[in-house]
């Protein structure tokens, strides 16, 4: 039998061959997510004899170690965690396409080391999934999206029967993952459950008082001018929320392709509509919103590229905009500012880095 390291190597060569079409990107991450799972119980690395933490009481080491995901994941449940006694570890980082995401060796050992892991879920995590899976028979896996109901769930055609999992974009939705969190931690870390549901009231109440200033802002833009034109489709749920119309390059998954009819479509529709903005997005290469805006010059309609958007994946760590709240904070502000609407020049809090005029200069 191979070792994981030979069968990885093995995989990666595949994917150069793979990179033909989306379908075979998808075909290929879910063969991945399959070979690192095996992995998993096969024990690539030699952390099973671990104590691991069972619903009720920590482990014997007294600090529990958390995995997650995405840093929208992390930063939540380093919220709900607090001072309490335990360390969270987030699989991705800064600009990291959750979509395409291929789960390497350290990953593995990351969640076999784990006692407790939270994920998004819906699917956003891609090649990850079945890792995630397997992880789950040997401590607690939690996908924060269960704590939505299915009837508000997007499923758009397009998306091969999978909800769309960018939820959050809904900050409302958002915060209840965030009480779902402190009710799993209350009963896996019983000793420390008052403090894990504390600390998840006083998020939830930052959370709704942004929820408040998303819909403020973005209330301002004229009704005639509220068409967020992006990379790809993950403002479904901002634009359900906050009450705008969003055109997208690609679809929901950046594994999607976009066909020249697509951006001569949306061409077309901006122009028409005499779109001020369009929005290019840090997980994403911005070429499409780059084609789109040089198609609306040579129709004679001026655009300017509004800013780049946090979608997929926060801003850098340490910074404002590597958090939840300043990700939303950001987005808002300059979707509001760039579309003709009235926002302040540094967001909510006064924390956002740069000035819309800095923004707009940057990608040009």
């Not at 992995?39 to 920590?58: I, N, P, R, T």
């Not at 749920?237 to 594994?255: H, N």
Request: one cysteine or more.
């Amino acid at each position: 039998m191979k070792t994981f390291d030979q069968l990885f190597s093995d995989e990666n060569r595949d994917f150069n061959a793979a990179q033909a079409s989306a379908s075979s990107r998808r075909k290929f991450l879910g063969q991945l997510g399959c070979l690192a799972g095996t992995a998993l119980l096969a024990g690539c690395g030699k952390g099973d004899s671990k104590e691991q933490g069972a619903a009720g009481s920590a482990p014997k080491s007294g600090r529990l170690k958390i995995v997650t995901t995405c840093g929208m994941v992390t930063d939540i449940v380093k919220a709900v965690i607090g001072e309490e006694p335990a360390d969270v570890t987030g699989l991705l980082g800064e600009g990291v396409d959750p979509h395409l995401y291929q789960p390497g060796r350290n990953d593995v050992q990351e969640l076999q080391s784990a006692d407790v892991v939270f994920y998004s879920g819906l699917m956003l995590e891609g090649g990850m999934q079945r890792v995630l899976e397997q992880a789950a028979s040997k401590r607690p896996v939690f996908a924060v999206t269960d704590a939505i109901e299915k009837s508000y769930l997007r499923t758009p055609e397009e998306f091969e029967g999978h909800p769309d999992p960018h939820v959050w974009m809904d900050v409302s939705a958002w915060n209840r993952c965030v009480g779902f969190i402190g009710e799993k931690m209350a009963e896996i870390d019983a000793a420390h459950a008052s403090a894990y549901r504390k600390n998840a009231e006083t998020y939830q109440k930052q959370l709704t008082e942004l929820d408040e200033y998303v819909k403020k802002v973005v209330a301002t833009i004229p009704k005639s001018q509220r068409y967020l034109v992006t990379a790809h489709d993950a403002f479904g749920y901002f634009a359900r929320a906050y009450e705008l119309e969003v055109k997208s390059v690609q679809g929901i998954s950046t594994q999607s392709e976009a066909a020249v009819a697509d951006v001569n479509e949306l061409v077309s529709f901006v122009v028409e509509h005499k779109i001020p903005a369009l929005f290019v997005e840090s997980s994403v290469p911005a070429k499409n919103i780059q084609a789109v805006k040089e198609g609306c010059q040579s129709k004679s309609w001026t655009v300017s590229i509004g800013g780049s958007l946090f979608s997929d994946a926060m801003g850098a760590p340490g910074t404002y905009e590597g958090t939840y709240i300043g990700m939303l904070d950001h987005n808002a502000t300059r979707i509001a500012q760039a579309l003709g609407g009235e926002a302040p020049e540094r967001g909510w809090q006064g924390k956002l880095a740069g000035t819309t005029a800095e923004t707009a200069k940057e990608m040009k």
